[in-house]
């Protein structure tokens, strides 16, 4: 059980060809960013590759109602497939990120097929064990990853035989904008889709689901997978762009602030992602630069508070204010 | 055989450290249905408290230990009465974030004021060297640890079951309503709960200071362990722990051992088995 408010029914008709170029322009605006902010651009990478992370979990935790605190596994399963692929010779970035999304979805079955028949507490403890389990094989298998000192030599060749991963970041910036759009395209797609739809009613009443006849444990199993592959594509993501990957991608300390980005943004409403992951991370950049316990402390604070005083993230702060506005013009 | 029972050894030591950390945890989850992570949190600060009050005060370590846990419980109590009771009745999820955000505000505060370093522990003098049992040199700090977990767990396992504040907490942890509609003030047990079960974590943390290191990252490194303990043990119980923590206590130290390059890969694998088979832990009622 969620209280996340049910995000309204998207019944819109397709939009005319103004709509839709309108609603193309922030990804426009987003894409000029580096004539604007030159030098900044390996940071905008970064934030894309966390929003297609924190989308990936929005589709569980948002849509399905599967909270998890072991995300970070898939994230690292796909990271680590793409860089051991590249040490070993095989560089090319689609064909490597399409790789990790196999291997990534691969690891989400197994294990979801296996987590998703429990609830509660004893979900909650399965991913995270699912995740530390990767960590610790990832740790204890130093010749395949590098162990505690990461890995080492991870190098990709240019995109499409063209756009080499150069060293100011255009390649990366373009290339996971790019992937981002993709991803959030499908994602819209597919939270609007009946399979959506029968989701968010899994969440809100799975009893109710299962006696209407719908195959709860296979529709969650499904989102699953695809929450999966879309994570081992940002972690493959992560990997090809800062040329690196290490077992914090693994860690739990990832898995929950993933979490936390998401929340802040509001969870289950789509566009959360790419309020809470920006934020999140331009606040850490500032204020982990001066001490890292400064950062923790105004993290914290400002997690219990959104907790206790503002549930729907800042999302839902913006959704109420609207709604008061609405109301107060009715009256 | 000597190194067979040194090793059931070591991880008996290491899972009563467990279970007293964990024990409240469970109590107060099968209580309130409260998923708090940051249940390590007091254990750390137990850990702290103790530490500092030996090393900077010079108190003697079973009185500062004493001291840590009143200290601590009294905490537990107040942030219950302030802040976690506004989210018993909320989902999983306020919860899972709302402790998590009270895990980064103690990691943060603690390194505030002890630093980053993880804290030594000044064990007394009794409490060095080894004890000669038949022809086993056990360590004297693991043995007292042994002594003093078994003493703890006995008078808990005796307040559980005999005493009229443990049969309100059955009755609570059965069927919350019925309990409230005989006349248990179940607000003020929860409280009293959660102030125990935080006071016996802190006994934990400071008896264990040198199992467990006692660093700012503490309650983020160990919750796994604390959270396994309670999943698998059951919640609500607390026989079902015990059988928990002592069987990861040994398996973890066997396996760290006799198969250093597997390293805790056996144990998370055994949990997921272990979960999978019985979702609701080994002492499930059936």
């Known amino acids: 059980m969620t209280t996340i408010p049910a995000s309204p029914p998207v019944y819109t008709a397709a939009p005319s060809g103004m709509g839709r170029l309108l609603k193309l322009l922030p990804w426009l605006l987003v894409a000029g960013l580096p004539l604007a902010l030159p030098g900044y651009e390996p940071l905008a990478t970064q934030i894309f590759v966390m929003i297609l992370f924190a989308l990936s979990l929005d589709l569980l935790v948002g849509y399905a109602g599967i909270v998890t605190l072991g995300h970070a596994g898939l994230f690292g399963m796909g990271g680590y497939t793409a860089g051991i692929l590249s040490v070993q010779g095989i560089t090319d970035p689609v064909v490597t990120v399409l790789c990790a999304m196999v291997v990534a979805a691969l690891t989400g079955l197994v294990f979801g097929v296996a987590m998703l028949r429990t609830k509660g507490l004893t979900l909650l403890m399965l991913t995270m064990a699912s995740a530390a389990l990767l960590y610790e094989i990832a740790n204890k298998a130093t010749g395949l990853t590098g162990g505690e000192d990461g890995l080492q030599g991870v190098s990709f060749s240019p995109l499409f035989g063209v756009f080499a991963f150069d060293f100011r970041g255009k390649t990366a910036f373009f290339y996971s904008l790019a992937a981002l759009f993709l991803v959030f395209t499908f994602v819209q797609f597919l939270i609007n889709s009946p399979f959506g739809w029968s989701l968010r009613g899994i969440r809100e009443n799975d009893a109710r689901m299962a006696a209407i006849g719908c195959p709860i444990m296979r529709r969650r199993v499904i989102a699953y997978v695809i929450a999966s592959a879309l994570a081992g594509l940002a972690g493959a993501l992560q990997a090809q762009t800062t040329q690196f990957i290490a077992l914090h991608s693994l860690g739990f300390e990832l898995s929950g602030n993933i979490l936390i980005m998401l929340i802040l943004g509001g969870s289950g409403r789509l566009y959360g992602a790419f309020i809470g992951c920006p934020v999140f991370m331009l606040a850490q950049d500032q204020l982990s630069k001066q001490d890292p316990a400064n950062w923790f402390l105004g993290l914290g604070v400002i997690l219990i508070a959104f907790v206790m005083l503002a549930p729907g993230g800042i999302l839902g702060i913006g959704q109420r204010a609207i709604d008061a506005v609405k109301m107060r013009k009715l009256n | ?286």
Request: net charge positive; glycine share 12%; proline share 3%.
């Open chain 2, 1 to 286: 055989m000597t190194t067979l029972f040194t090793i059931l050894f070591f991880g008996v030591a290491y899972g009563m450290i467990l279970y007293l950390i964990s024990v409240g945890l469970s109590v107060t989850m099968g209580l309130m249905g409260f998923v708090n992570l940051a249940h390590g949190v007091f254990a750390m600060l137990g850990g702290y408290a103790t530490v500092t009050l030996m090393n900077r005060f010079g108190i003697p370590f079973l009185l500062a230990l004493i001291i840590g846990c009143i200290l601590v419980a009294a905490l537990g109590f107040v942030l219950d009465r302030t802040l976690y009771r506004h989210l018993y009745a909320r989902s999983e999820l306020d919860q899972v974030l709302f402790s998590f955000g009270l895990i980064l505000v103690s990691v943060a505060l603690v390194r505030i004021a002890w630093g980053p370093l993880a804290q030594p522990m000044q064990l007394p003098g009794y409490l060095k060297g080894q004890v000669q049992i038949f022809d086993l040199a056990l360590p004297a700090y693991r043995l007292a640890l042994v002594g003093f977990g078994a003493t703890v767990i006995a008078g808990l396992w005796f307040a559980f079951d005999r005493t009229l504040f443990g049969a309100r907490i059955r009755a609570a942890v059965d069927n919350r309503a019925m309990a409230q509609s005989i006349g248990i003030n179940t607000n003020r047990l929860f409280a009293a709960a959660f102030g125990l079960g935080t006071g016996l974590a802190a006994l934990g943390g400071g008896l264990g200071a040198d199992v467990l290191a006692i660093a700012p990252a503490y309650p983020l490194q160990y919750i796994i362990y604390f959270l396994i303990v309670v999943a698998v043990g059951g919640l609500g119980n607390i026989k079902g722990p015990f059988v928990a923590a002592l069987a990861i206590g040994m398996s973890d130290t066997a396996c760290h051992y006799l198969l250093p390059q597997a390293g805790s890969i056996f144990i998370y694998a055994f949990v997921f088995i272990i979960l999978i088979w019985r979702p609701n832990g080994i002492m499930e009622r059936r």
